[in-house]
């Protein structure tokens, strides 16, 4: 199972790599990043391995796949050890395009005339994307309030 939290960078970066991506943002010109506040994690909630790789997949086409998404607006993805690092705010426009392409698949879905076991199949794996897109859209916006990262755990 994946898991979606909420949490300090300190939990996945070491000092160095903090010091690295704090120094590459401020070169691309982003913000500077909000001081933890809060050593508390807070479970956004878990996924199915399957389903975190093909929401990611999604997300990858449009450059907004990463681990770690901070509560700050930078365009592109920062790669830090074997982590990408995005903004939560580009998360948040890309998931509204996300939206409206799992809803688009929904009809088609309803519309075509499947054998029963399919059309059952692909009705729960519909749910299954839409609750992944719930629940990253639910961990960015908590991150831009909360001003922590979001971790995705695999």
Do not use: C
Not at 55 to 69: S, V
Not at 80 to 106: H, P, T, W, Y
């Amino acid at each position: 199972m994946a898991e979606i939290e909420i949490g300090p960078l300190t939990d996945r970066l070491g000092d160095d790599e903090i010091a690295e991506l704090k120094a590459r943002m401020d070169r691309m010109g982003a913000p500077k990043l909000p001081e933890d506040s809060d050593d508390e994690v807070a479970s956004v909630g878990d996924l199915d391995d399957d389903v975190l790789t093909e929401f990611l997949d999604r997300l990858d086409g449009n450059d907004a796949a990463a681990e770690i998404y901070l509560p700050v607006e930078f365009d592109g993805a920062i790669e830090i050890g074997d982590l990408r690092v995005g903004s939560a705010q580009f998360l948040l426009d890309v998931l509204e395009e996300l939206k409206d392409e799992l809803v688009a698949e929904d009809d088609e879905d309803e519309d075509e005339d499947d054998d029963d076991d399919e059309d059952e199949d692909q009705q729960i794996h519909g749910r299954e994307l839409k609750r992944a897109w719930k629940l990253f859209f639910d961990g960015a916006t908590a991150a831009v309030l909360r001003k922590l990262p979001l971790h995705i755990r695999a």
